[in-house]
Protein backbone atom coordinates (compact mmCIF):
# COMPACT_ATOMS: atom_id res chain seq x y z
CA UNK A 1 0.00 0.00 0.00
CA UNK A 2 0.79 3.85 0.09
CA UNK A 3 3.36 5.03 2.13
CA UNK A 4 3.92 9.01 2.64
CA UNK A 5 6.72 10.72 4.91
CA UNK A 6 6.50 14.25 5.18
CA UNK A 7 9.12 16.27 6.95
CA UNK A 8 9.78 18.55 8.39
CA UNK A 9 7.84 17.56 11.62
CA UNK A 10 8.05 21.41 12.64
CA UNK A 11 8.75 24.38 10.66
CA UNK A 12 9.41 27.65 12.41
CA UNK A 13 9.37 31.42 10.22
CA UNK A 14 9.45 34.88 10.50
CA UNK A 15 6.64 36.58 8.69
CA UNK A 16 6.95 37.39 5.41
CA UNK A 17 9.45 34.76 4.65
CA UNK A 18 8.69 31.62 2.63
CA UNK A 19 7.74 27.60 3.83
CA UNK A 20 8.37 25.07 2.33
CA UNK A 21 7.15 21.43 3.22
CA UNK A 22 7.98 17.61 1.41
CA UNK A 23 5.86 14.81 1.00
CA UNK A 24 7.71 11.95 -0.49
CA UNK A 25 5.14 8.72 -1.39
CA UNK A 26 5.80 4.98 -2.22
CA UNK A 27 2.98 4.25 -4.91
CA UNK A 28 4.18 4.83 -8.60
CA UNK A 29 0.52 4.76 -9.32
CA UNK A 30 -0.77 7.41 -6.97
CA UNK A 31 -2.50 10.31 -9.00
CA UNK A 32 -4.00 12.61 -6.74
CA UNK A 33 -2.02 14.69 -3.83
CA UNK A 34 -3.95 17.05 -1.58
CA UNK A 35 -3.03 19.69 0.76
CA UNK A 36 -4.64 20.13 4.21
CA UNK A 37 -4.34 22.69 6.98
CA UNK A 38 -5.66 22.47 10.25
CA UNK A 39 -5.42 25.44 12.78
CA UNK A 40 -5.49 24.17 16.52
CA UNK A 41 -8.76 22.26 17.81
CA UNK A 42 -10.28 23.27 14.28
CA UNK A 43 -11.31 20.23 11.51
CA UNK A 44 -8.86 19.55 8.60
CA UNK A 45 -9.55 22.11 5.99
CA UNK A 46 -8.61 21.32 1.79
CA UNK A 47 -5.82 23.98 0.83
CA UNK A 48 -5.18 22.80 -2.32
CA UNK A 49 -4.32 19.95 -4.92
CA UNK A 50 -2.52 18.70 -7.64
CA UNK A 51 -3.76 15.86 -10.45
CA UNK A 52 -0.68 13.64 -11.34
CA UNK A 53 -0.90 15.29 -15.04
CA UNK A 54 0.18 18.52 -13.39
CA UNK A 55 4.03 19.93 -12.29
CA UNK A 56 2.80 22.90 -10.60
CA UNK A 57 -0.38 24.51 -9.16
CA UNK A 58 -0.57 27.84 -7.85
CA UNK A 59 -3.22 29.75 -5.94
CA UNK A 60 -2.05 32.91 -4.41
CA UNK A 61 0.66 32.43 -1.97
CA UNK A 62 0.61 28.97 -1.68
CA UNK A 63 1.97 26.44 -4.62
CA UNK A 64 2.19 23.10 -4.81
CA UNK A 65 4.93 20.94 -7.03
CA UNK A 66 4.92 17.20 -7.49
CA UNK A 67 8.01 15.24 -9.29
CA UNK A 68 6.54 12.23 -10.53
CA UNK A 69 10.01 10.44 -11.29
CA UNK A 70 11.61 11.52 -7.97
CA UNK A 71 7.78 10.46 -6.22
CA UNK A 72 7.81 13.51 -4.28
CA UNK A 73 5.69 16.83 -3.87
CA UNK A 74 6.02 19.84 -2.14
CA UNK A 75 4.01 22.77 -0.53
CA UNK A 76 4.91 26.12 -0.81
CA UNK A 77 3.36 29.45 1.05
CA UNK A 78 5.13 32.78 0.10
CA UNK A 79 4.97 35.70 2.27
CA UNK A 80 3.86 33.93 5.20
CA UNK A 81 1.41 35.76 7.79
CA UNK A 82 0.69 35.06 11.36
CA UNK A 83 -2.15 33.41 10.09
CA UNK A 84 -0.67 30.39 8.53
CA UNK A 85 0.12 29.17 11.80
CA UNK A 86 -1.11 25.64 11.48
CA UNK A 87 -0.45 22.02 10.82
CA UNK A 88 -0.24 20.91 7.14
CA UNK A 89 -0.70 17.78 6.25
CA UNK A 90 0.29 16.14 2.46
CA UNK A 91 -1.75 13.22 1.55
CA UNK A 92 -1.36 10.58 -1.52
CA UNK A 93 -3.54 8.07 -3.19
CA UNK A 94 -4.97 6.55 -6.43
CA UNK A 95 -8.13 7.94 -5.31
CA UNK A 96 -9.42 10.50 -3.06
CA UNK A 97 -11.80 7.80 -1.32
CA UNK A 98 -8.52 6.11 0.31
CA UNK A 99 -6.02 9.18 1.29
CA UNK A 100 -3.03 8.47 2.79
CA UNK A 101 -1.92 11.11 4.80
CA UNK A 102 1.44 12.30 6.05
CA UNK A 103 2.26 12.74 9.76
CA UNK A 104 2.00 16.48 9.14
CA UNK A 105 4.18 19.74 10.01
CA UNK A 106 3.33 22.58 12.55
CA UNK A 107 4.13 25.50 11.21
CA UNK A 108 4.53 28.39 13.21
CA UNK A 109 4.91 32.02 11.87
CA UNK A 110 6.34 34.89 14.27
CA UNK A 111 5.25 38.28 13.75
CA UNK B 1 -26.83 23.76 5.56
CA UNK B 2 -24.87 22.28 8.43
CA UNK B 3 -22.38 20.85 6.62
CA UNK B 4 -20.97 17.27 8.47
CA UNK B 5 -22.37 16.97 12.25
CA UNK B 6 -20.15 14.42 14.44
CA UNK B 7 -21.83 13.82 17.90
CA UNK B 8 -20.41 13.63 20.37
CA UNK B 9 -17.96 15.80 20.35
CA UNK B 10 -16.65 14.12 23.88
CA UNK B 11 -17.00 11.00 24.91
CA UNK B 12 -15.06 8.77 28.08
CA UNK B 13 -15.94 4.81 28.17
CA UNK B 14 -14.39 1.91 30.23
CA UNK B 15 -12.37 -0.65 28.25
CA UNK B 16 -15.04 -3.25 27.07
CA UNK B 17 -18.04 -0.95 26.57
CA UNK B 18 -19.78 -0.37 23.48
CA UNK B 19 -20.51 3.00 21.58
CA UNK B 20 -21.55 4.47 18.32
CA UNK B 21 -20.05 7.79 16.93
CA UNK B 22 -22.77 9.64 15.04
CA UNK B 23 -21.63 11.37 11.91
CA UNK B 24 -24.45 13.18 9.72
CA UNK B 25 -24.42 15.57 6.36
CA UNK B 26 -26.97 17.27 4.50
CA UNK B 27 -24.69 18.31 1.35
CA UNK B 28 -26.49 14.50 -0.33
CA UNK B 29 -22.44 13.78 -0.48
CA UNK B 30 -22.49 9.86 -1.95
CA UNK B 31 -18.99 8.94 -0.11
CA UNK B 32 -18.30 9.78 3.35
CA UNK B 33 -15.49 8.35 5.49
CA UNK B 34 -14.24 8.36 8.90
CA UNK B 35 -10.44 8.81 10.29
CA UNK B 36 -9.14 9.24 12.96
CA UNK B 37 -5.94 11.36 14.51
CA UNK B 38 -3.37 10.32 16.69
CA UNK B 39 -0.37 12.50 17.39
CA UNK B 40 2.53 12.17 15.27
CA UNK B 41 0.58 9.71 13.13
CA UNK B 42 -1.13 12.30 11.07
CA UNK B 43 -4.72 10.73 9.92
CA UNK B 44 -5.58 7.13 8.94
CA UNK B 45 -8.64 5.58 7.69
CA UNK B 46 -10.93 3.58 9.35
CA UNK B 47 -13.73 2.70 6.71
CA UNK B 48 -15.41 3.84 4.11
CA UNK B 49 -18.64 4.65 2.09
CA UNK B 50 -19.75 5.53 -1.70
CA UNK B 51 -22.80 5.00 -0.79
CA UNK B 52 -26.13 3.82 0.50
CA UNK B 53 -25.53 0.52 1.09
CA UNK B 54 -21.72 0.24 0.22
CA UNK B 55 -19.22 0.06 2.66
CA UNK B 56 -15.35 -0.36 2.79
CA UNK B 57 -12.34 -0.83 4.70
CA UNK B 58 -9.79 1.83 5.23
CA UNK B 59 -6.23 1.09 6.06
CA UNK B 60 -7.59 0.40 10.17
CA UNK B 61 -11.13 -1.08 10.52
CA UNK B 62 -10.04 -3.86 13.45
CA UNK B 63 -12.42 -2.82 16.23
CA UNK B 64 -14.94 -0.70 14.26
CA UNK B 65 -18.08 -1.47 12.46
CA UNK B 66 -20.15 0.80 10.19
CA UNK B 67 -22.90 0.61 7.92
CA UNK B 68 -24.74 3.06 5.33
CA UNK B 69 -28.41 3.09 5.52
CA UNK B 70 -29.12 6.17 4.37
CA UNK B 71 -27.17 9.08 1.98
CA UNK B 72 -27.08 11.31 5.05
CA UNK B 73 -25.36 9.08 8.15
CA UNK B 74 -22.85 7.23 8.53
CA UNK B 75 -22.33 6.16 11.88
CA UNK B 76 -19.16 4.29 13.69
CA UNK B 77 -19.39 1.69 16.22
CA UNK B 78 -17.01 0.30 18.81
CA UNK B 79 -18.25 -3.19 20.10
CA UNK B 80 -15.84 -3.14 23.05
CA UNK B 81 -14.00 -0.28 23.32
CA UNK B 82 -9.83 -0.67 23.57
CA UNK B 83 -7.32 1.92 25.22
CA UNK B 84 -5.57 1.67 21.78
CA UNK B 85 -8.86 3.50 20.37
CA UNK B 86 -8.28 6.54 22.47
CA UNK B 87 -8.24 9.23 19.30
CA UNK B 88 -9.96 12.09 17.86
CA UNK B 89 -12.25 10.74 15.27
CA UNK B 90 -13.42 12.53 12.21
CA UNK B 91 -16.20 12.16 9.72
CA UNK B 92 -15.91 13.93 6.20
CA UNK B 93 -17.89 13.19 3.15
CA UNK B 94 -17.64 14.38 -0.38
CA UNK B 95 -19.68 15.23 -3.35
CA UNK B 96 -17.18 13.61 -6.38
CA UNK B 97 -15.06 16.74 -6.12
CA UNK B 98 -12.51 15.08 -4.37
CA UNK B 99 -12.35 17.58 -2.07
CA UNK B 100 -13.13 16.28 1.96
CA UNK B 101 -15.35 18.27 4.52
CA UNK B 102 -14.81 17.26 7.65
CA UNK B 103 -17.22 17.37 10.85
CA UNK B 104 -15.26 19.47 13.84
CA UNK B 105 -14.31 15.50 15.37
CA UNK B 106 -15.16 13.91 18.52
CA UNK B 107 -12.42 13.26 21.27
CA UNK B 108 -12.93 9.65 22.14
CA UNK B 109 -11.31 8.29 25.72
CA UNK B 110 -11.03 4.50 26.69
CA UNK B 111 -10.12 3.97 30.19
Known amino acids: GENVEQHPSTLSVQEGDSAVIKCTYS??????FPWYKQELGKRPQLIID?????GEKKDQRIAVTLNKTAKHFSLHITETQPEDSAVYFC??????????FGTGTRLLVSP | NAGVTQTPKFQVLKTGQSMTLQCAQD?????MSWYRQDPGMGLRLIHYSVGAGITDQGEVPNGYNVSRSTTEDFPLRLLSAAPSQTSVYFC??????????FGEGSRLTVL
Open chain 1, 27 to 32: DSASNY
Open chain 1, 50 to 54: IRSNV
Open chain 2, 27 to 31: MNHEY
Open chain 2, 92 to 101: ASSGGQRKLF
Open chain 1, 91 to 100: AASRSFQKLV
